[in-house]
């Protein structure tokens, strides 16, 4: 049996076309799933039932489960139980704008990023399609509330699950299905390099945020090891490709780590670099951790970096700090479980 959470439109067309039926019911059955959100093949009153018995037969209805919740002002963290005992998490964050859910896509990550707390507990596995799809849906269901933005920015590197995360990512766009707008969902990479070439290729329309954290080759090889593998030259070569082939603007993370990489040298050196691209930067008041020995950067220095990059014609925003008192730190809540602190 299947998950029925991790099959596309497109997928669950092909489903009904193998079996011998119309391919029109596998839109009846994603407008049941997704829009009358039910949890049993048993509540849809205009299928046959020998359809119903077949579907019964092939799917079940994925059920990951909530076992923490934490509140903050405007922030929600969510850690959740899946089928085979691995924990994830999510966090929602609310807007003036709206509701905006930060995705988990793996358990782990294998980029090892030195000040990233989820890539201190190592890749265990990706995350399925549906593992992804009912983080929104248990959120939405528990908080009774719409999700209208989402980032896939939680725990892993979702260019590292790469056919899970499209897969996911047309399901929340679909209009029969979760009907997020494409323009509200954003994917972060930490650079893998083939895949945003592959993702130039696919023709995808949603946001891409890349995690760059540094001006130059020399602190990034420090505090990311991808960085070893495809440095900042080859990285910014194949976004200045996904710009000029997509007219889309980059967004670039930069968490602010205090006496690492965040001095006016430093301003001065990431302007530079992204000079003429059609990007911003999003400074990133960094959430500390207790295992990590990495401090946040001072708002003076925030401020001063700011107006540099101001000053040089980059546009840049800084991030609105949300749940330092939630363990909002990717992976921090995971890790505070799994180590009996919570």
Known sequence: MKNIYNYTLEKLEDYFISI???????????????????????????VKKETIEKL???????????????????VVKFLFNLQDNNKVEAVLMKHDYGNSLCVSTQVGCNMGCSFCESGR????RNLDVGEMVEQILKIEEILNIRISHVVLMGIGEPFDNYDNVIDFIRI???????????????VSTSGIVPKIEKFIEDGNQINLAVSLHAPNDEIRNKIMNINKVYNIHSLISVLKKYIEKTNRRVTFEYIMLEGVNDS????????????????????????????????KSSKENIMKFYDTLKKNNINVTIRRE???N?????????????????
Request: glycine share 8%; net charge neutral.
């Open 264 to 295: 006016k040298e430093c301003a001065i050196e990431l302007a530079n670099l992204l000079k003429g691209m059609n990007c911003y930067v999003n400074l990133i008041p960094y959430n500390e951790t207790s295992h990590i020995e990495y401090k």
């Open 121 to 124: 507990l190592k890749k265990i």
């Open 20 to 46: 011998n039926e119309k391919k029109f019911k596998a839109t009846q059955i994603f407008e049941w799933i997704y829009k009358k959100r039910i949890t049993s093949f048993d509540e849809m009153s205009n």
């Open 172 to 186: 929340i766009n679909s209009g029969k299905g979760i009907d997020i707008g494409a323009r509200h969902i954003t």
């Open 322 to 324: 949300f749940g330092g």
């Open 326 to 342: 939630v363990d909002a730190a990717c992976g921090q809540l995971r890790a505070n479980y799994e180590e009996g602190l919570l």
């Open 56 to 74: 019964k037969e092939d799917f079940y209805f994925g059920n990951i489960k909530i076992i923490s919740e934490k509140e903050g002002k405007d």
